[in-house]
């Protein structure tokens, strides 16, 4: 999934894709374990998204990122 984010709407965005990022890290981990590869990776993911959120408007016209 690529999603573009726009200095306006940065914020709807991010939260989206934080809880759609939630919900599979918790699928992946009641299906194939928290130690599991796919299960790490999408943990990684959320820690990114997490990140991008919490430093807020310090972003310039647009941010790509794919997951």
Known sequence: MVTKISKL???ID????IFNKRRELIDLGMNYGFLNEKT???SQDLDKLINLYMQGSHTTR????SI
């Open 9 to 11: 709407g940065q914020v």
């Open 40 to 42: 790490i990776q999408c």
């Open 14 to 17: 991010l939260s989206k894709c």
């Open 62 to 65: 647009y941010r790509f990122y």
